[in-house]
């Protein structure tokens, strides 16, 4: 597609359970992000890829939190024994490395009950 | 710590109103300042961004000013119109690697 796409669109979890959202970014960016964004919020940083290194996951709020990126193309969030804090949009966002523009997909909004 | 802190929160105004929205940061080592526009249901989408080596750029209606001795900078839009009504995110970065966001404001433009 031409943009980032992201799946699901709206997760409902409960609390305790593990959930793992996908983006597929825009063909040959180079970078991808992760953000979460609170209701009302602007978006929060989560963690960094350049191709399929992790370069930054200083923004990741705990250790139930993980990113990969396994072949620099598609990355999934996972978020283990989901929190009821944990309920957010989580946007992923690509770019040209080397390139300021940030291409935001629609995001994942995910609720936990 | 807030990186960013963005005010105000809400904007209302009138068609033709050039609503401003400011933004201020702490961090001497950004080096990219974009703005973002935010709809609902939708991702950001970036709408101008200005390096900290000139004190205004111009796309269009929209206009940033950039103060680096105050650590400041604003968004401008002219003319605005309903369509501009949606949240706008300002934002500081380095190296393009991880960009810091602020907390956003609602702009309504009345027609």
């Known amino acids: 597609g031409a943009g980032v796409s992201q799946s699901p669109r709206y997760k409902v979890a409960k609390r305790g359970q593990d959930v793992a959202l996908r983006c597929d970014p825009i063909s040959g960016h180079v970078s991808l992000f992760w953000y979460q964004q609170a209701l009302g919020q602007g978006p929060e940083f989560l963690t960094y890829?350049?191709?399929?290194?992790?370069?930054?996951k200083s923004g990741l709020p705990s250790d139930r939190f993980f990113a990969e990126r396994p072949e620099g193309s598609v990355s999934t969030l996972k978020i283990q024994r989901t929190q009821q804090e944990d309920s957010a949009v989580y946007l992923c966002?690509?770019?040209?490395?080397?390139?300021?523009?940030?291409?935001f997909g629609e995001g994942s909004r995910l609720t936990v009950l | 710590q807030q990186q960013v802190k963005q005010s105000p929160q809400s904007l209302i105004v009138q068609k033709g109103g050039i609503p401003i929205i400011n933004c201020a940061y702490e961090?001497?080592?950004?080096?990219?300042f974009p703005w973002y526009q935010q709809f609902p249901g939708k991702g950001p989408a970036l709408l101008i961004a200005?390096?900290?080596?000139?004190s205004e750029k111009k796309e269009g209606r929209f206009t940033i000013s950039f103060n680096k001795s105050a650590k400041q900078f604003s968004l401008h839009i002219m003319d605005s119109q309903p369509g501009d009504s949606a949240t706008y995110f300002c934002?500081?970065?380095?190296?393009?690697?991880?960009?810091?966001f602020g907390s956003g404001t609602k702009l309504n433009v009345k027609p």
């Open positions: 961090n001497t080592a950004f080096d990219y």
């Open positions: 890829f350049q191709n399929e290194a992790q370069l930054d």
């Open positions: 934002a500081a970065g380095y190296n393009f690697n991880k960009f810091y």
């Open positions: 200005i390096r900290p080596d000139v």
């Open positions: 966002a690509s770019s040209v490395q080397g390139r300021g523009e940030l291409f």
